[in-house]
């Protein structure tokens, strides 16, 4: 309830900041929390590629459909039309309650067709896109086990003997597949570790390239470019070079903040943004199954 009371003020605060204020926002989000959010960037690149506003849209006719329902059944949690003084809802067993608000949801959505298009065009966009952020991380998981073949053998070479004493007689067996397995795990888990590196260093740039052209754009929309000394006769962004200026220096900040903190998200951020953390974690695990 706390999250959903969070991103609903959210929400009505980005529908009145300009866009140029939203893309300063973002891009400084993009910035420091980037390589925290690698797979989730690499998604919405991906959708991006496959047409933003198809899926803008239809998740516009999802959202519209489920605020609708939600609005019935906040009506209908407050029926007593027994006038018993308890409400309808509350009286009812799990199973009739879950009937009840079936057929609320059935008798509230009036373009079930629209509703089902939507969310199949959503459903086939998602399947895309987790193809193509599988065909990607392959190869960083490829690369990290091919290192791993190239190493194997020195290491088993020096660490075999003294695992197969030390585990005994019974169990010496598993010396060389319990080398193996720790070797693949830390390449892996490095692969991931230095694909967070990268998507932490591009989001970074990218972030700083929406941050600068939002701030000068905000400048120019107000009026307030031509108070400053060095734009008096106007800002022109291809001929001017303090856009790039600062959009790369707020990407060097961003990037050696989440290099520095290991990609890890600091209090108060963690918490905040702990609902898309769960959509990240869900995408590397699809990804994990996938790999």
């Given at each position: ?127 895309a896109v987790l193809a193509t952020l599988h065909l990607e991380f392959a190869r960083t998981t490829a690369l990290a086990l091919a290192i791993v073949e190239m190493v194997k053998f020195p290491i088993l070479r020096l660490l ?103 990609f890890v998200l600091p209090f108060p951020f963690d918490l905040l943004l702990f609902p898309l953390t769960l959509v990240e974690y869900f995408l590397r695990w699809q990804l994990y199954l996938t790999t």
């Open positions: 309830a706390i999250y959903i009371a969070l991103y609903t003020l959210l929400y009505k605060l980005y529908l009145r900041l300009p866009t140029n204020a939203i893309a300063m926002v973002f891009g400084c989000a993009l910035c420091f929390f980037g390589g925290t959010y690698f797979a989730s960037v690499a998604a919405i690149e991906a959708f991006r590629l496959f047409g933003w506003e198809s899926l803008t849209a239809n998740l516009a006719v999802v959202a519209e459909q489920a605020h609708l329902v939600a609005k019935a059944s906040d009506e209908d949690d407050k029926l007593d039309e027994d006038a018993d003084g308890v409400a309808d809802v509350d009286a009812l067993a799990t199973r009739e309650l879950l009937k009840r608000k079936t057929l609320l949801a059935m008798t509230t959505i009036k373009e079930p067709e629209r509703l089902l298009e939507a969310w199949s065009q959503l459903w086939t966009a998602y399947v075999l003997q003294p695992l197969m004493e030390a585990l005994g007689p019974a169990t010496k067996h598993w010396g060389k597949t319990i080398i193996e397995v720790t070797l693949n795990t830390i390449a892996i888990l490095l692969a991931w570790y230095f694909q967070a590196v990268i998507s932490g260093f591009y989001s970074a740039i990218r972030g700083g390239k929406l941050f600068a052209e939002g701030f000068f754009a905000l400048l120019v929309q107000f009026g307030l470019i031509q108070r400053l000394p060095c734009f008096k006769e106007g800002f022109d962004p291809d001929q001017s070079y303090m856009d790039e200026l600062i959009g790369y220096s707020l990407a060097a900040s961003g990037f050696l903040f989440q290099l520095t903190r290991g």
